[in-house]
């Protein structure tokens, strides 16, 4: 059976620009093809109304489902609903419910609307309004000739949940799919790109009905497996887990920081943090997990000598014994905040970023930079929770 076509359109200066980075494509682009569809396009496009009619025609005709992500908020430069009005050769229309629903969501956060607000509830006459419960604007649907045109926010968050709760569930409904192909995506640190291909390709090679694909996503590798077959993925997913061992720490939408609540939870600790040269990053990757107040305790930056000693009583002698960037002033610090938090872990990070403040003894890239340090953070952490004692913390 033919697999229906799906074609995905994001719109948006910043996404055009590079400012903001696309999560909502891959995302729509994973769920169409879970769920059976293949997706032949994938375009952004800024805002420009008259573009934007470009692609939804050029779109419409190489697909029969169209997921258009972005330009429904309230500006002058939300252009998606004029542009598709026109491209239907519809009016814009005022919609009532939708507008009560609008304010209702104010009202509960104790906001009063704009008259801006308003454009929100306006739809090509003809359209189906899509709810939103996860923001103010609503989506819409328009069918035109064969193709189904779905229009979804551009905020992540809002756009995945209305993919998830009204988009998909309809699509799976009004076409007949064929079975779905499954995916899996296994998440790998600390090993180069350059090995984890090798091991990874080299079990393809046992298992043709498997298909391998891999992603370098700084600082972790991604390996993409997808098959028909499960009980082969199962068995590659299984032979992958043995040979990447603690490198491989989570799968599909697991994280480093959720996974290192997980085992906090697990154990019944809570954590306490002191950074330096990450700048409270490893803090905002932890509370980025729904529920992480109930295993994280607090996070300090001490990024001088004397917010060290002040905040952690971290010995001067040892400072200047040893210096800030050591692996005996990161233990230090992490007792410190352990001590004061009173918590059961503590955690520090401590480096020299650059792009100044190397010497030969101590260059930049010690720790390379923010992301990478939180990253060997985290992962130390979790190993660390799951009983192997690398790392300086406490």
Known sequence: MTRPKAYILLIGNELVRGSVADVNGSLAARELERIGFKVVGFEIVGDDDQAIERVLRASGEKAEVVIVGGGLGPTDDDMTRGAAARFFGRELVF????????????????????????????????????????????????????????????????????????????????FSL?????????????????????IIFGLARSFPQVTVGTRFYFPEIWIDLESEDGKALEAVVSRARSEFSSHLFGENEERLESIVGKLLTEKGWKLALAESCTGGLVAHRITEVPGSSNYFERGVVTYSNPSKVELLGVSP???????????????????????????????????????????????VGLERIKIFASAVALDWLRRYLMGEKEGHGS
Not at 115 to 133: K, L, M, Y
């Open 317 to 363: 002698d040892l400072l200047k014994k040893f210096g800030a960037v050591s692996a005996e002033v990161a233990g230090a610090m992490a007792e410190g905040v352990k001590k004061n938090s009173g918590v059961e872990i503590g955690l520090s990070t401590t480096g020299i970023a650059g792009p100044t403040g190397g010497s030969p003894e101590k260059p």
């Open 178 to 198: 064929p079975p779905p192909q499954t995916f899996r995506t296994l998440k790998v640190f600390g090993i180069s790109e350059a090995r984890v291909g090798a």
């Open 95 to 174: 919609n009532p419910e939708a507008w009560e629903n609008i304010e209702a969501w104010f009202r509960n956060l104790k906001r009063k609307t704009a008259p801006d607000d308003r454009r929100q509830a306006e739809f090509p006459a003809g359209a189906e309004v899509i709810p939103n419960r996860h923001g103010t604007a609503p989506g819409f649907f328009y069918r035109q000739s064969q193709t189904r045109y779905y229009f979804l926010q551009g905020v992540p968050r809002e756009f995945s949940a209305v993919l998830e709760e009204e988009i998909l569930p309809r699509l799976r409904k009004e």
